[in-house]
């Protein structure tokens, strides 16, 4: 009897730290907010089969693994040269660090076999220098985490498009207008392109942080 009041009172007191735990963090205001890709603003052209083409938005189900048909997300593609920009200006209520994930799937083609044109997409790392987030004065975020690559690629499979990982770090805000700016800056080894799928960012800060959305509905894809 002994023993299992000790147990119910520990686990009474395990109860209360994560209860008190819970609190705290609601206590020190830390807020999620989504930021899409498709409300961003939109710069520049890709390279496509050898000419250059207009960011797109798509919309559709992600990629599983499986028959099962996943969630659908909507994502900006055609991102897939140095030239290329997509901004967020995002208004904070004060200076504050925030983490922020980065997600995305990898739109790198990779040959696997030369004899049979067998194709795959490459993983993205986020220290391989191939994308690159920054803030206000060209500080660049410290990214952890890959996109996953594709073993083999179905070209007819829209959802191999959307095979969607995360980056993440952390950024400093300022107080008021902070512009976070995601470029391509590199190639993947053995790629024939360095091309992402970008999907959204999310940012946890203890600020209130307000967006204005762009229009991009000219970038639709059909």
């Given amino acids: 009897m002994k023993n299992?009041?000790?147990?119910?009172?520990?686990?009474?007191?395990?109860?209360?730290t994560v209860a008190i735990a819970a609190f705290a963090l609601v206590g020190c205001g830390v807020q999620e907010y989504t930021f899409e890709a498709e409300d961003a603003v939109l710069e520049g052209e890709a390279a496509s089969f050898g000419g250059m083409s207009p960011m797109s938005i798509e919309t559709g189900p992600v990629y599983t693994?499986?028959?099962?048909?996943?969630?659908?997300?909507?994502?900006?593609?055609?991102?897939?040269?140095?030239?290329?920009?997509i901004t967020w200006t995002i208004t904070s209520s004060?200076?504050?660090?925030?983490?922020?994930?980065?997600?995305?799937?990898?739109?790198?083609?990779?040959?696997?076999?030369?004899?049979?044109?067998?194709?795959g997409l490459a993983e993205i790392k986020g220290d391989s220098g191939?994308?690159?987030?920054?803030?206000?004065?060209?500080?660049?975020?410290?990214?952890?985490?890959?996109?996953?690559?594709?073993?083999?690629?179905d070209m007819s499979d829209a959802t191999?498009?959307?095979?969607?990982?995360?980056?993440t770090g952390k950024i400093h805000l300022v107080k008021g207008e902070n512009k976070i700016?995601?470029?391509?800056?590199?190639?993947?080894?053995?790629?024939m392109?360095?091309?992402?799928?970008?999907?959204?960012?999310?940012?946890?800060?203890?600020?209130?942080?307000?967006?204005?959305?762009?229009d991009n509905s000219d970038k639709i894809s059909g």
């Fill in 160 to 167: 191999s498009w959307k095979n969607i990982g995360s980056l």
């Fill in 130 to 153: 191939v994308v690159s987030i920054t803030n206000n004065d060209g500080t660049a975020v410290t990214l952890s985490g890959s996109l996953p690559g594709l073993e083999t690629l």
């Fill in 181 to 191: 700016v995601l470029k391509i800056d590199g190639t993947v080894d053995g790629a």
């Fill in 4 to 16: 299992f009041k000790r147990f119910a009172a520990a686990a009474v007191i395990a109860l209360l």
């Fill in 65 to 85: 693994g499986t028959d099962e048909e996943g969630a659908e997300a909507t994502v900006v593609g055609n991102f897939n040269t140095t030239e290329q920009s």
């Fill in 193 to 214: 392109s360095s091309g992402i799928n970008v999907d959204k960012i999310v940012l946890k800060a203890s600020a209130d942080l307000t967006f204005s959305k762009t």
């Fill in 94 to 119: 004060k200076e504050c660090d925030a983490d922020i994930i980065f997600y995305a799937a990898s739109a790198a083609m990779v040959v696997k076999d030369m004899t049979t044109w067998s194709t």
